[in-house]
């Protein structure tokens, strides 16, 4: 079974310019999580979704960040203009929601941004 | 505010030794993983513990909870230099949200 799968795996901008992440989840995993994770520290979430419905996007810094998944599989983060501070991994997870009582979150290899 | 804390937050240890590590967490719980991260690559998740006394053990990795001390150990056995990598646990807050720890760096010395 293949797992989370990201892209790319690293991206340079400069400062101000727009940046784009797609994430495509294991597939029949209803929800998606995006996470941004700074060098030394545990995931912090973005947004979360169950199937195209964000659920849980109150971390999401939604003056420059953007988020969707149309069809409830693949999904993609936009940062708009991109920020210094905006550099980090970005990861994305998926979990199954199929009514099981682990619910383990699986991720994806994450994409490596570094704003200029 | 479920606050979930990690410590040590650096370790390095000898091969063959065996060590303990701790994550507490400020508010009732009842799930807990444990992830393994090696540098420059993503999450994989090593345990779920879902009741009080739960105990599960992969190989020279054992993790525990107690909910009521609200504290979780993941103990490694005779520690080997394959198992140097950053965990991390994560405290379910409700409403399926994941409340990380900082992580512990774990360096394992031949």
């Known amino acids: 079974e293949a797992g989370v799968v990201q892209s790319p795996r690293y991206k340079i901008i400069e400062k101000k310019q727009p940046v784009a992440f797609w994430c495509n989840p294991i597939?029949?995993?209803?929800?998606l999580y995006w996470y941004l994770q700074n060098l030394g520290q545990g995931p912090e979430l973005l947004i979360r979704y169950e199937n195209e419905e964000a659920v849980d996007d109150s971390q999401l810094p939604k003056d420059r960040f953007s988020a969707e998944r149309l069809k409830g599989v693949d999904s993609t983060l936009k940062i708009q203009p991109a920020e210094l501070g905006d550099s980090a991994v970005y990861l994305c997870a998926s979990s199954p929601r199929d009514g099981g009582t682990t619910d383990t979150q699986y991720f994806g290899p994450g994409t490596r941004l570094t704003v200029l | 505010e479920l606050k979930v804390e990690q410590n040590p937050l650096f370790l390095s240890m000898q091969e063959g030794k065996n060590y303990t590590i701790y994550c507490n967490y400020s508010t009732t719980s009842d799930r807990l993983y444990w992830y393994r991260q090696d540098p420059g690559k993503s999450l994989e998740s090593l345990f779920v513990l879902l009741s009080n006394g739960a105990v599960k053990q992969e190989g020279r990795l054992m993790a525990s909870l107690d909910t009521k001390a609200r504290l979780s150990t993941l103990h490694i056995t005779a520690a080997v230099h394959d198992l140097s990598a950053t965990y991390f646990c994560a405290v379910d807050g409700g409403n399926y949200q994941l409340i990380w720890g900082a992580g512990t760096k774990l360096i394992i010395k031949p």
């Open positions: 597939s029949g995993h209803n929800t």
